[in-house]
């Protein structure tokens, strides 16, 4: 008897959890207890506790199924505490976290993505224009510029690089081209930036941000047709240089505090008295290519307190279009960052007066601006930030590689030694990673989507690898990356780096509070339909949509639980994926990292509730895994998509394993740090079974990554494709390249040399020219051979060599400050 009951409950426990792991709806679970109890009552019929027991269970699961019933006795007292656990959300808020939509990023906080769904997504493309585009002006751009005299020498960008950049439309590349613009794809906006930014960080900007949130693109979503007819035109070919002005002294990461004002009322305007319109005072800072602009994108506070405009508007933020020359605006100071040459300073406007018209959209759009911004943040921010960052991490790729094969120390090249090893290993991890990203994430631009929190994800996570590698490969060019001047490919951007942190939301906030914050909400496929049924005026309306949405969340809860510990046991061996290649493995454990990180985020949010957005420590930690298996899923995507080959899989194994160890990390560190330390434990059972089991990646992982960065070869071309390598023979990129191929050709020859020396044919001596000339007199090697190994030392002569100036680091040559060529433009 005893022994039937066990295996009844044996069995039922399996076939629950065999449910939960395929995900199975209610109705099936319920089928499926009901049979079970049942046919044990009739095995044990006449025993009355079974027969009870059965009717119990019965009358539960009818209770379950029986929507109206479900609702009335189970639903209705949830939804209230419900209601009443929600935390207060400000409608700044609400308008922030309901902007942009939800793609990739919500099929991975299920716990069980389709990864179907992702790999036959086709990545964007460019069109034949495009290319033409970026092999014909983009490339003709980057050769006139130089950055070393940009930011050195003028510290603007000069008069022939602003004109080729207006000519060649490329303030334009987002307006369409009925107005005269380029109507460019998100993926060829992104090459754009990114082949610019691996030339000049103060360009790209420059390029970037006329087609990043600004004028244009608030136009174009909302301007009335008067105003896209007039502005979009001259925006497109440069007669107007635009800037947007948002940040203030005391508003910056909190950008809806913003103290600018703007008042209804009337005012005199083009010689007519009696206009309606706004009396603006504001106070903006870092606002870039504000102090050229003609144009000023304004954000304010605007107020309406004698009802002029007649809709008894509420206060709020509202967006306008200012012409810089209006009466009363002061523009012109430069802010410096970071010893960049891009246009960037404060503003300010006193009792400045606008017709109402100046609006963008006109008066519809008073009060709309908050909502206005933040639908338009998704897109800039996944192109520009993203692809600048990209730009730097490939150049890290391609010079920090070619030049720790260069240079020798201890008569190897330094990319020979461990220690640099595992720093190149971690730039090509790095570089391919955000490649992947990139492109992954301008596919669903391409596609339509505007998803906000994948471009949190995005600027976030690639300006920080930019950073990683630019670090790296600083730590790689020694003394060279140190000394300033033309030579010398990494120092501006090494400078640059906490600018892109910085701007387009900061990075701390971003991670502690926007990822997951937002993640949570939008891309939870639940939560949000959950809050909008508390939030539904008609009570029963609200009680059906959180019925459907409660139930379906907690047996998603149940379902991860179950995957989560039962992948976790398999180390996800069980785990179902439409591939066979080297990332079989990977997407099995990408799918049991989902559901670990789904199920952890539903505990935080049960158990934490309103005050999980106050724990930055915890939400940054899963914003980390949210992040992570993002940027994993893009890689496999991305190692798939380009065939699978053998050669690159170096790269999606350094990729991997160190995301894998990482969202490990991360996960126990959430555990650990739960205000209740059982459901912490009891996490980490069902989380980790076997314990924690990934680990960095091994040496020899970062040891192969590493080798794909020092040999050019067609993995390193696919990895550092779209930067810009200049035609110009003395342009150090270029000489790299040469050098790098130069010192391969000589390394047979090279070592014959050495093993002359070792065996005593040769005498050693320190200088390497005498080495030659003897190896020379005596015959050991073929005049080709003498020749590449001649050939190679002058090219390495060459590449290590540093700019050296006169002792006032030319201060006295002042020729270029009277340069015409660099009057503003
Ligand atoms: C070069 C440059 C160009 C810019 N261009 C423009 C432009 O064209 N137009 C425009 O309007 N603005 C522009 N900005 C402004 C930019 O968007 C702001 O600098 C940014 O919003 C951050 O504001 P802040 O610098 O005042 O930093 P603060 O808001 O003072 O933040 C300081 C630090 O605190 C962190 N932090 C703040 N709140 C939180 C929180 N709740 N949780 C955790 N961490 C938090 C931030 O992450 C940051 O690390 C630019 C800035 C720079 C430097």
Same mark, same amino acid.
Not at 273 to 298: E, F, M
Not at 310 to 338: F, Q
Not at 387 to 395: E, M, P, R, T
Not at 767 to 780: F, R, V
């Given at each position: 008897m005893i022994t039937v009951v066990a295996l009844l409950i044996l069995g039922i426990t399996a076939a629950l959890m065999l449910l939960a792991y395929l995900r199975m709806p209610l109705r099936i679970y319920v089928a499926i207890v009901l049979a079970l109890t049942w046919s044990t009552s009739i095995i044990q019929y006449p025993d009355n506790t079974s027969l009870i027991v059965s009717g119990l269970v019965t009358m539960l699961a009818l209770m379950l199924l029986i929507r109206p019933v479900r609702r009335h006795i189970l639903t209705k007292s949830i939804f209230n505490a419900f209601k009443r656990a929600l935390p207060p959300m400000s409608e700044t808020e609400r308008t922030a976290l309901e902007a942009g939509d939800t793609w990739w990023d919500a099929e991975l906080f299920t716990g069980k993505p389709d990864w179907s769904q992702l790999l036959n997504v086709e990545t964007a493309t460019l069109t034949k224009e495009e290319q033409e585009f970026l092999d014909g002006p983009v490339n003709e751009l980057c050769e006139i510029i130089d950055d070393w005299e940009i930011t050195h020498i003028h510290r603007r960008i000069p008069d022939p690089v602003w004109e080729f950049m207006k000519h060649h439309r490329f303030f334009g590349m987002i307006i369409p081209k009925a107005y005269g613009g380029?109507?460019?794809s998100a993926l060829?906006?992104?090459?754009?930036?990114?082949?610019?930014?691996?030339?000049?960080?103060?360009?790209a900007v420059t390029v970037m941000v006329p087609n990043s949130l600004g004028p244009a693109e608030l136009l174009l979503r909302y301007g009335t047709q008067q105003q896209k007819d007039y502005y979009l035109p001259r925006l497109a070919t440069g007669i107007e240089i635009p800037c947007f002005a948002l940040t203030a002294p005391e508003a910056g990461s909190d950008a809806s505090s913003i103290p600018d004002t703007g008042t209804v009322c009337y005012g005199k305007h083009d010689g007519q008295d009696d206009v309606l319109g706004i009396r603006l005072n504001w106070s903006k800072r870092y606002i870039t290519l504000g102090p050229v602009a003609t144009l000023l994108g304004l954000a304010f506070n605007l107020e309406d307190p004698d009802n002029l405009l007649g809709k008894g508007i509420e206060p709020g933020i509202t967006c306008a279009l200012i012409p810089t020359n209006t009466k009363g605006v002061s523009i012109g100071r430069r802010h410096y960052p970071m010893n960049q040459a891009f246009q960037n300073g404060p503003n300010q406007g006193h009792d400045v007066f606008i017709p109402v018209d100046w609006i963008i959209g006109g008066q519809d759009k008073a009060s709309e601006g908050w909502k206005m911004l933040m639908e338009c943040l998704a897109a800039g921010r996944a192109i520009s930030l993203p692809s600048l960052s990209v730009g730097g991490a490939k150049v890290a790729s391609q010079s920090a590689g070619a030049y720790a094969r260069i240079r020798e120390q201890f008569g190897l090249p330094?990319?020979?030694?461990?220690?640099?090893?595992?720093?190149?290993?971690?730039?090509?991890?790095?570089t391919y990673m955000m490649d992947a990203t990139r492109t992954l994430t301008l596919t669903a631009l391409d596609m339509g989507h505007h998803p906000s929190v994948i471009s949190a994800i995005s600027k976030q996570q690639l300006t920080e690898r930019m950073r990683m590698s630019i670090n790296d490969a600083m730590d790689?060019?020694?003394g060279a990356g140190i000394s300033m001047g033309p030579k010398n490919i990494f120092a501006r951007v090494y400078e640059a780096l906490p600018i892109s942190i910085t701007v387009e939301g900061a990075n701390i906030l971003t991670r502690s509070l926007i990822i997951f914050g937002q993640?949570?909400?939008?891309?939870?496929p639940y939560v949000y339909r959950e809050m909008k049924a508390a939030n539904e005026p008609d009570p029963t309306i609200g009680l059906r949509d959180f019925d459907q949405a409660f139930f379906s969340h907690v047996g998603m809860f149940?379902?991860?639980?179950?995957?989560?510990?039962?992948l976790g046991l398999t180390n996800g061996r069980t785990a179902s994926v439409p591939v066979s290649t080297h990332s079989k493995r990977y997407l099995q454990q990408l799918n049991r990292m989902s559901a670990a990180f789904a199920l952890v985020s539903d505990t935080c949010m049960f158990t934490l509730g309103g005050s999980l957005k106050r724990k930055e420590h915890i939400s940054a930690r899963l914003a980390d895994v949210f992040s992570m298996l993002y940027l994993t899923s893009a890689t496999i995507k991305r190692f798939e998509e380009q065939g699978a080959h053998e050669e690159e899989a170096p790269l999606l194994r350094a990729a991997c394993h160190s995301a894998f160890y990482y969202i490990q990390e991360s996960l126990h560190g959430v555990t650990r740090n739960l205000p209740f330390t059982f459901i912490g434990v009891l996490l980490r059972w069902l989380v980790f079974p076997r314990g924690r089991a990934y680990s960095a990646p091994f040496d020899h992982f970062l040891h192969d990554a590493a080798s794909v960065l020092l040999t050019p070869s067609a993995t390193r071309s696919r990895l550092i494709?779209?930067?810009?390598?200049?035609?110009?023979?003395?342009?150090?990129?270029? /000489?790299? %390249?040469?050098? !790098?191929?130069?010192? $391969?050709?000589?390394? /047979?020859? %090279?070592?014959? !040399?050495?093993?002359? $020396?070792?065996s005593g044919i040769i005498t050693k001596s320190r200088n390497k020219d005498e080495i030659i000339a003897d190896a020379e007199q005596c015959g050991l090697l073929s005049d080709e051979e003498l020749q590449r190994i001649k050939r190679a030392r002058a090219a390495r002569l060459?590449?290590?060599?540093?700019?050296?100036f006169d002792a006032d680091l030319g201060l006295s040559t002042t020729d270029y400050l009277d340069q015409p060529a660099v009057k503003m433009a």
């Amino acid at each position: 008897m005893i022994t039937v009951v066990a295996l009844l409950i044996l069995g039922i426990t399996a076939a629950l959890m065999l449910l939960a792991y395929l995900r199975m709806p209610l109705r099936i679970y319920v089928a499926i207890v009901l049979a079970l109890t049942w046919s044990t009552s009739i095995i044990q019929y006449p025993d009355n506790t079974s027969l009870i027991v059965s009717g119990l269970v019965t009358m539960l699961a009818l209770m379950l199924l029986i929507r109206p019933v479900r609702r009335h006795i189970l639903t209705k007292s949830i939804f209230n505490a419900f209601k009443r656990a929600l935390p207060p959300m400000s409608e700044t808020e609400r308008t922030a976290l309901e902007a942009g939509d939800t793609w990739w990023d919500a099929e991975l906080f299920t716990g069980k993505p389709d990864w179907s769904q992702l790999l036959n997504v086709e990545t964007a493309t460019l069109t034949k224009e495009e290319q033409e585009f970026l092999d014909g002006p983009v490339n003709e751009l980057c050769e006139i510029i130089d950055d070393w005299e940009i930011t050195h020498i003028h510290r603007r960008i000069p008069d022939p690089v602003w004109e080729f950049m207006k000519h060649h439309r490329f303030f334009g590349m987002i307006i369409p081209k009925a107005y005269g613009g380029l109507e460019m794809s998100a993926l060829a906006h992104s090459q754009v930036v990114m082949k610019v930014a691996s030339r000049s960080v103060s360009a790209a900007v420059t390029v970037m941000v006329p087609n990043s949130l600004g004028p244009a693109e608030l136009l174009l979503r909302y301007g009335t047709q008067q105003q896209k007819d007039y502005y979009l035109p001259r925006l497109a070919t440069g007669i107007e240089i635009p800037c947007f002005a948002l940040t203030a002294p005391e508003a910056g990461s909190d950008a809806s505090s913003i103290p600018d004002t703007g008042t209804v009322c009337y005012g005199k305007h083009d010689g007519q008295d009696d206009v309606l319109g706004i009396r603006l005072n504001w106070s903006k800072r870092y606002i870039t290519l504000g102090p050229v602009a003609t144009l000023l994108g304004l954000a304010f506070n605007l107020e309406d307190p004698d009802n002029l405009l007649g809709k008894g508007i509420e206060p709020g933020i509202t967006c306008a279009l200012i012409p810089t020359n209006t009466k009363g605006v002061s523009i012109g100071r430069r802010h410096y960052p970071m010893n960049q040459a891009f246009q960037n300073g404060p503003n300010q406007g006193h009792d400045v007066f606008i017709p109402v018209d100046w609006i963008i959209g006109g008066q519809d759009k008073a009060s709309e601006g908050w909502k206005m911004l933040m639908e338009c943040l998704a897109a800039g921010r996944a192109i520009s930030l993203p692809s600048l960052s990209v730009g730097g991490a490939k150049v890290a790729s391609q010079s920090a590689g070619a030049y720790a094969r260069i240079r020798e120390q201890f008569g190897l090249p330094i990319g020979k030694f461990e220690g640099i090893e595992e720093v190149l290993s971690r730039i090509a991890a790095n570089t391919y990673m955000m490649d992947a990203t990139r492109t992954l994430t301008l596919t669903a631009l391409d596609m339509g989507h505007h998803p906000s929190v994948i471009s949190a994800i995005s600027k976030q996570q690639l300006t920080e690898r930019m950073r990683m590698s630019i670090n790296d490969a600083m730590d790689i060019m020694g003394g060279a990356g140190i000394s300033m001047g033309p030579k010398n490919i990494f120092a501006r951007v090494y400078e640059a780096l906490p600018i892109s942190i910085t701007v387009e939301g900061a990075n701390i906030l971003t991670r502690s509070l926007i990822i997951f914050g937002q993640g949570a909400i939008r891309s939870h496929p639940y939560v949000y339909r959950e809050m909008k049924a508390a939030n539904e005026p008609d009570p029963t309306i609200g009680l059906r949509d959180f019925d459907q949405a409660f139930f379906s969340h907690v047996g998603m809860f149940i379902s991860n639980a179950v995957r989560s510990f039962w992948l976790g046991l398999t180390n996800g061996r069980t785990a179902s994926v439409p591939v066979s290649t080297h990332s079989k493995r990977y997407l099995q454990q990408l799918n049991r990292m989902s559901a670990a990180f789904a199920l952890v985020s539903d505990t935080c949010m049960f158990t934490l509730g309103g005050s999980l957005k106050r724990k930055e420590h915890i939400s940054a930690r899963l914003a980390d895994v949210f992040s992570m298996l993002y940027l994993t899923s893009a890689t496999i995507k991305r190692f798939e998509e380009q065939g699978a080959h053998e050669e690159e899989a170096p790269l999606l194994r350094a990729a991997c394993h160190s995301a894998f160890y990482y969202i490990q990390e991360s996960l126990h560190g959430v555990t650990r740090n739960l205000p209740f330390t059982f459901i912490g434990v009891l996490l980490r059972w069902l989380v980790f079974p076997r314990g924690r089991a990934y680990s960095a990646p091994f040496d020899h992982f970062l040891h192969d990554a590493a080798s794909v960065l020092l040999t050019p070869s067609a993995t390193r071309s696919r990895l550092i494709e779209g930067i810009y390598i200049s035609k110009n023979k003395n342009d150090q990129k270029a /000489k790299l %390249e040469d050098a !790098l191929a130069t010192v $391969i050709a000589a390394e /047979k020859a %090279e070592k014959k !040399l050495k093993q002359a $020396i070792r065996s005593g044919i040769i005498t050693k001596s320190r200088n390497k020219d005498e080495i030659i000339a003897d190896a020379e007199q005596c015959g050991l090697l073929s005049d080709e051979e003498l020749q590449r190994i001649k050939r190679a030392r002058a090219a390495r002569l060459d590449i290590i060599a540093v700019d050296d100036f006169d002792a006032d680091l030319g201060l006295s040559t002042t020729d270029y400050l009277d340069q015409p060529a660099v009057k503003m433009a």
